[in-house]
């Protein structure tokens, strides 16, 4: 229910040519306009990170539900749930031929963010460990 939730705010924000440049899970807000509204309204903020860059669309939609994904903690959310994401921002109940292409593209660009998350953890970690063996 959230997640399709999110994904078409995200899809409405993409639609107005907006593109955030660190989509994420923590720029993800819930809040009630009114007191006693039942269900919450979604909003994003880290707003000084948007571009309305036209140029390559189509790529920056990826990118973002990509990193989108990514911080979705990994012991709540699952491929299926993800898969319920991405169906919902591009509203559709399954995947046809071109959507499958961007759900394989779109898991690409998952694992690489992935590696590339190791790669400078393993970084700060050697990086840390040489500072704590300098300080002894």
């Not at 593109?19 to 903020?45: K, Q, R, S, V």
């Not at 990509?66 to 709540?76: F, G, K, M, N, V």
């Not at 031929?97 to 790669?119: E, M, P």
């Amino acid at each position: 229910l959230w997640l399709g939730r999110i994904a078409r705010a995200a899809r409405r924000m993409h639609a107005c040519g907006f593109h955030h440049l660190d989509f994420n899970a923590t720029h993800i807000l819930f809040y009630c306009p009114e007191p006693l509204a039942e269900t919450p309204c979604i909003g994003f903020f880290d707003l000084q990170r948007v571009s309305r860059t036209r140029l390559f669309r189509w790529r920056w939609i990826v990118k973002a539900l990509a990193r989108l994904i990514h911080t979705l903690p990994p012991h709540l959310f699952s491929e299926a749930d993800q898969r319920h994401l991405f169906l919902s921002y591009r509203d559709r109940s399954r995947l046809d031929f071109w959507g499958r292409l961007q759900w394989r593209w779109l898991r690409s660009k998952i694992d690489r963010i992935k590696r590339h998350t190791q790669k400078i953890d393993r970084i700060k970690r050697r990086q840390r460990e040489q500072l704590s063996k300098v300080k002894r």
